[in-house]
């Protein structure tokens, strides 16, 4: 149901309705269908879409070589409560004409923190309680939330691994009320990413506390969450640098690992995002599936990089190759465990009318739903699962197989090759897989 406040944001601009391809209305969905069946699931049920509070409602454009190119209508106001109620009454607007059915947001997104932190939750929860009241006409529901424990200059060496406890303790005071408003929302999960938690420089950094120091932040949140009955995910999002020169949480890898030793499986899974994909120079497919052979694909931020940029440029998804064979890594691992797919993104600096806020989400949308769609196709339609198959069928029976199993010593491998002799050529047919791709874009 579309959502008005007082005022209207984006005048002129309805409820935004699938056309088809055919189709030359920029603001109407060309291929994402939310009642589409594909696979057996709607595309709505697939992607849970979610609209991203910081870059959508918070980002005017700024950057390191200028100020802000976007005046938001709904960021006039002087007072901070009247600014976040006009923020909040925007977001709905925007959340229910696109047809998304989910948000996600920072504790600060929501409103300005204060000077002081018993002020600053008193505003957290005032605007918490406006927001139940939106969510509950629209029935739009809260992805996640996370608190921003990096743009404070008190974090400038970190939160949970700040070299002062002090700081520490300010970060886990912020992390409860964070929390607190999640659960208040009834959110379905709790991110965890750490800009500031990792280094600018190993000299002055003793590494291994940092780290068990975030573990231990982690478990406090767990162990505090579950006590107040929160049922939902944890989720850790890598990303290997920027703002810090070397994050932590540097891929999926290494959030893994860190997950199973500070004893957080079972609770936190991961939120991969495209854009920390590329500049961990990996691509998203493959955090995909390093995520999914764990069991730990959780959620996704949606974005993309720039081919020729080095740093996290936040654009809206368009590249459907890119997405097609991201999906079919989502395909084959049965989607997301409890998550959904954030637009972690941003509008550039340039496009400063609002309706192109509605085209970049639009085009994000369809680029995914295409991307399922090649996906869906490639894998039932083509033969590629076959060829997949057949790459591998000498683990299926024999000797192959009995490696599968454990049966095999050594020595047993020995005994193959001695008996077998050189093993024959066999092609990867890297050319004829790209090409299936290609086929059904
Ligand atoms: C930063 C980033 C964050 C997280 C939430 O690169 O992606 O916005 O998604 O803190
Ligand atoms: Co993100």
Redesign the pocket.
């Known amino acids: 149901m579309v959502v008005i406040g007082n005022k209207e944001y984006f005048k002129g601009i309805g409820e935004i309705k699938f056309e088809g391809r055919e189709s030359d209305n920029p603001l109407a969905y060309k291929f994402y269908d939310p009642e589409q069946l594909v696979a057996g699931k709607t595309m709505r049920d697939h992607f849970r879409f979610s609209m ?1 509070y ?1 870059h959508t409602l918070c980002g005017t454009g700024g950057d390191p070589f200028g100020p802000s190119t976007k005046e938001f209508p709904w960021a006039t106001s002087n007072d901070p409560m009247v600014a976040a109620r006009e923020k909040a009454d925007a977001a709905f607007e925007f959340i229910t004409k696109m047809g998304l059915d989910y948000y996600c947001f ?1 504790d600060y997104d929501l409103v300005d923190e204060a000077g002081s932190l018993a002020e600053s939750e008193k505003r957290v929860f005032k605007t918490v309680d406006y927001l139940k009241e939106k969510m509950k006409v629209s029935g739009v529901k809260l992805l996640w939330g ?1 608190a ?1 424990l990096f743009s404070n200059p008190r974090y400038m060496n970190g939160a949970a691994s700040n070299p002062n406890f002090d700081v520490v303790a300010h970060a886990g005071a912020q992390l409860k009320i964070a929390l607190d408003a999640t659960m208040e929302l009834n959110g379905e999960n709790y ?1 965890f ?1 750490g ?1 500031r938690e990792g280094y600018m420089s190993l000299l002055n950094t003793n590494m291994k506390l940092e780290q068990d120091n975030i573990g231990r932040f982690m478990r406090m949140a767990r162990d505090y969450a579950r006590g107040q009955g929160f049922k939902g995910t944890f989720f850790i ?1 890598p ?1 290997p640098m ?1 703002p810090s020169k070397h994050q932590y949480d540097f891929d999926a890898a290494t959030s893994i690992k860190f997950i199973r030793e500070q004893e957080l499986a079972g609770d936190f899974k991961l ?1 991969i ?1 495209v854009n ?1 994909a590329t500049l961990a120079q990996h691509t998203f497919q493959h955090e995909l599936q390093v995520a999914a052979n764990s069991g730990m694909l959780g959620s996704i ?1 949606a974005n993309r990089g720039d081919y020729q940029n080095g740093w ?1 440029t ?1 654009q809206f998804p368009n590249n459907v190759m890119e997405t097609a064979e991201a999906m079919l890594v989502f395909l084959k691992s049965d989607g997301l465990q409890g998550g959904g797919i954030n637009f ?1 993104a941003k509008t550039r600096r340039n496009s400063t009318d609002l309706e192109d806020i509605f085209i970049a989400h639009i085009g994000g949308a369809d680029t995914f739903a295409r991307g399922l769609m090649v996906a869906d196709s490639v894998i039932n339609n083509s033969n590629y699962e076959k060829l997949l198959g057949k790459r591998y069928a000498s683990f299926t029976s024999g000797k192959g197989l009995d490696f599968v199993r454990g049966k095999l010593s050594l020595t047993d491998l020995y005994d193959v090759a001695k008996l077998g002799g050189e093993p024959k050529q066999i092609s990867g047919k890297q050319e004829l897989f790209e090409n299936i791709i290609n086929q059904y874009v």
């Open positions: 991203a910081w920072h996370t921003n991110v990413w800009g999002e990303k920027e939120n995002e920390h931020d996290d936040d972690d």
